[in-house]
């Protein structure tokens, strides 16, 4: 009887004993994961800091104007410099206001099902080619479409109004809700949380316009009824003139994009406008993933879409990059549009170039609208 009431009392004591061993074990993980996170954190911090400070001027220019480019990571660049540094930097590495409007006469689109001066070679070319492109901090695709009139917009419209609403979708739900072949991302959005359920600036779709709300900066990047790459500012514009323009230009799709330097904000939208480049210092910019567009003087359709941030060990593309590669390819006018974690190729079935966010590296960002390449007609 006696060894029974022993054991009982032990019992309470061994329970004691195991929670006090798991209480010390769960101590002396969360001591070692803590200490991993600042090691870490003091780790990135001194190598940013290196960066920012160390012998390599371009490295820290680079640095700044990459950061400046983010849609969250912003507030990096005031951590280690001042507002005057960061308008220095700025004023270094950017791009000159480019105040010229494309010219329409400078594309002439061949009729269809007619051959250009007889050229057996020009016959031959495939409808849509895509090229793979490496730079020395990127790697991108370009997708060649020869068809002008088969690039087109897809939304999501009608647009939700607060976050709590409809989301955007991903770049290839907007192809496959149109049947469409291919597509890329396509102008600015609110993009909080990839939300992606509401643009901004300016949509028009099938020349219908379907937001019209034009802010500082805004440049409207789309195609005309005659399928000619049209890149005109709007920012300055209310919304009655911006229907007006997009009324007496005939736009049948159009999205817009910023170009804008404010030291806080830097966007770029204006690459290649009647055969002249912009002028940039520089980089022109920061390194990150971009989506461009682009138009030959024949009509064909230049879609660009670049990797970085981490990708594939790439920093990503430059403005200057993005310019080199349109002028390689024969661009008269270019523009970039919306970037970033954005950035994306969509063709026949499967991603050509995905999403740089880890939880979404196979997919892409939730959108409200991509430039879309319709089917082949039999």
């Known amino acids: ?197 509401k643009p901004k600036g300016l949509v028009v779709c099938d020349g219908k316009i379907q937001y019209n709300k034009p802010m500082a900066g805004d440049v409207m990047i789309g195609f005309n009824e005659d399928d000619i790459l049209i890149i005109t500012e709007i920012g300055g514009m209310t919304a009655k003139e911006v229907e007006q323009l997009v009324a007496d230009n005939q736009i049948r799709d159009a999205v817009s994009f910023k170009d804008i330097d404010d030291g806080d904000d830097n966007h770029f939208s204006k690459l290649i406008i009647n055969g002249s480049a912009t002028e940039i210092s520089g980089s022109g910019s920061g390194a990150n993933p971009r989506t461009a567009i682009g138009q030959k003087a024949d009509g064909t359709v230049l879609l660009l879409v670049t990797d970085g941030r981490g990708a594939g060990g790439h920093l990503g593309a430059t403005a200057r990059d993005l310019i080199a590669i349109m002028q390689e390819y024969g661009a008269v006018n270019a523009a970039n549009l919306d970037g970033g974690s954005s950035s994306a190729m969509y063709y026949d079935g499967a991603y050509e170039m995905s999403s740089v966010t880890l ?20």
């Open 1 to 197: 009887m006696s060894k029974t009431v022993s054991q009982t009392d032990d019992a309470p004591k061994e329970k004691k004993s195991v929670l006090r061993k798991i209480l010390k074990i769960v101590r002396r993980f969360f001591l070692v994961l803590l200490t991993f996170l600042l090691v870490t954190f003091v780790g990135a911090y001194a190598a940013m800091w290196l960066i920012c400070h160390g012998p390599s001027t371009a490295a820290r220019d680079l640095f700044v104007s990459t950061i400046l480019e983010t849609g969250q990571m912003k507030f990096l660049a005031s951590w280690y410099f001042s507002e005057d540094e960061i308008l220095d930097i700025t004023g270094r590495n950017g791009m000159v206001h480019n105040d010229d409007e494309v010219n329409p006469d400078l594309i002439a689109i061949p009729a269809t099902g007619s051959a250009e001066s007889g050229d057996e070679e020009t016959e031959e070319l495939p409808d849509i080619e895509i090229i793979e492109i490496s730079g020395h901090s990127f790697f991108a695709k370009m997708m060649i479409v020869r068809d002008p009139s088969r690039v087109r917009l897809a939304t999501i419209y009608p647009w939700s109004e607060s976050e709590e609403g409809k989301q955007g979708m991903t770049l290839e739900g907007l192809v496959q809700q149109g049947d469409y072949l291919a597509g890329i991302n396509g102008g600015e959005y609110f993009s909080n949380g990839n939300w992606g359920g």
């Open 359 to 378: 939880y979404y590296a196979t997919s892409s960002w939730r959108l409200p609208t991509a430039f879309v390449v319709e089917r082949k007609e039999d």
